[in-house]
């Protein structure tokens, strides 16, 4: 394994597999393509964000349409707040064979999906694309996905985590299930693998069971890369057992940096090297061929492409609370949020850059939109500026980039910005590895093996 140097950002695209960035106005974007329903459109981003030597593109995910705001999916169709999410797995296997070297990342969620199942996609994903899987951990937030499950309500914050903690434990524990050199190929002895080298797990716990062995072969990786972005204390701390990437919402310079100490003290006291997991920031890049330019570009994102509404909606998705029971004026207090069940983080992060009595108007406010992270403006000179200070300022080990508009966002950060940090020595001018792994610096995991079963298997 080549690995990452230190004195390298890690670059990662976060995608959605639909009709909308992060960004709730993109789809309005004049530049955004509308081919989000076509295989080529993801093949083409792949290929642009590999030209640009990325680590990762990942794709974010909800198993629900947004229906929160009012009890309704009305104004998620109507306004286009993200209303539309392919399936990954389909998706990621088309990205698989239209590139060769970026890593390939998919949001799973723990909640309700099962051990098992996740151990095995990510896996085959793994073999597939030559060892660039990763798997992006979420515990799911709301009761529009727990209705799409067959269930009236998710679960609680904390119970949502315990859960989550036992999915990893499993699905680790599957992917360690074969040796190594488990597989033989004996054509003569008619012999495929050796039996003592593929081990049941034998798992019995509070929320799973699951016999194993898991029916994939070790994978290039040895395993997948865990992504995780909780931000709330319980998610801070299971990102400090799990996670190899952090994604988080820091929306300003000092925020970031408090989040990053507090984040890599807790690796450190999980056992864990701080500096084998990369944190970053969500951020914007808006590149314009002259600052004129880029600020003209920044003016349309802030005031003509949000609508308020569409704002409200995906709030009330990422918070599992229902905002149409205020008024705009309305103060979000710390009562307001302790009464919540969803992404608590992000809402308290925001709060605190903005500072002072934060309104649901400001949270829904067309700025607001933009400010799950830094906004990076200006010429590719500026932008690399700005994100060499939040890099060299103790804020984080790179960036995780999401697009104000599809494709153009990615296309203008590979032709303007990259070659900027590529002459400063900050990022890769090729790829050094086949592996994400090989890209993130990360060493390939030993096979660790099964637990002791705890008791009879449920078959």
């Known amino acids: 394994m080549t690995a990452q140097r230190r004195d390298r950002m890690t670059l990662v695209a976060f995608m959605q597999a639909g009709s909308t960035s992060v960004y709730a106005g993109s789809w309005r974007h004049p530049a955004t393509e509308h081919g989000y329903l076509d295989a080529s459109y993801y093949a083409k981003v792949g290929r642009q964000l590999e030209e640009g030597c990325f680590d990762l593109m990942f794709f974010d995910d909800r198993l629900a349409m947004p229906g929160i705001y009012d009890g309704s999916v009305a104004e998620a169709v109507r306004y286009g707040a993200r209303p539309v999410k392919l399936d990954l797995g389909v998706v990621l296997g088309v990205l698989a064979q239209s590139t060769s070297r970026i890593g390939l990342g998919a949001t799973y969620s723990t909640t309700y999906y099962a051990p098992f199942h996740v151990a095995r ?8 694309s030559g060892g660039r899987a990763a798997w992006n951990v979420v515990t799911s937030v709301n009761d529009s996905e727990a209705q799409n499950f067959g ?14 903690d036992e999915f990893l434990e499993v699905v680790s524990g599957l992917w360690d299930t074969w040796d190594e050199d488990a597989i033989i190929h004996d054509r003569a002895a008619g012999i495929y693998a050796d039996p003592g080298k593929v081990h049941e797990l034998g798992h019995v716990g509070r929320f799973f069971s699951a016999r194993g062995p898991l029916t994939v072969p ?3 990786q040895g395993r997948p890369v865990i992504i995780q972005a909780g931000s709330s204390g319980r998610g801070r701390e299971f990102a400090s057992r799990w996670a190899e990437l952090i994604f988080t919402g820091d929306p300003g310079l000092e925020v970031a940096r408090n989040h990053y100490a507090d984040q890599k003290a807790r690796i450190a006291d999980a056992g864990r090297d701080p500096d084998s997991v990369k944190i970053c920031p969500m951020a914007y890049a808006v590149v314009g061929e002259s600052e004129q330019h880029a600020r003209e570009r920044e003016a349309m994102l802030l005031e003509d492409l949000v609508h308020p509404m569409a704002s409200l909606t995906l ?3 990422l918070m599992n609370y229902d905002f149409a029971q205020h008024d705009l004026d309305d103060p979000v207090t710390d009562e307001l949020i302790a009464s919540v069940s969803g992404i608590r983080g992000l809402v308290q992060n925001l709060r605190t850059h903005i500072g002072g009595t934060v309104t649901v108007r400001d949270l829904a406010g067309h700025r607001a939109t933009l400010l799950q992270g830094p906004r990076f403006v200006g010429t590719g000179e500026q932008v690399a500026d700005q994100m060499a200070e939040w890099f060299h300022g103790g804020a984080c080990d790179g960036f995780v980039l999401a697009a104000t508009h599809m494709p153009g966002s990615f296309e203008d950060v590979v032709r303007m910005v990259v070659p900027r940090l590529q002459q400063r020595g900050l990022f890769r001018t090729a790829y050094e590895g086949n592996t994400l792994r ?4 990360l060493d390939r995991p030993a096979v660790r093996r099964p637990a002791v079963p705890t008791g009879p298997v449920a078959l």
């Open 438 to 441: 090989d890209h993130l610096g």
């Open 218 to 220: 070790r994978t290039p």
């Open 151 to 164: 269930v009236n309500a998710h679960l609680g914050h904390d119970e949502r985590y315990d859960r989550a």
């Open 315 to 317: 709030l009330s998705e």
């Open 121 to 128: 996609t990510f896996s085959t994903l793994d073999h597939l």
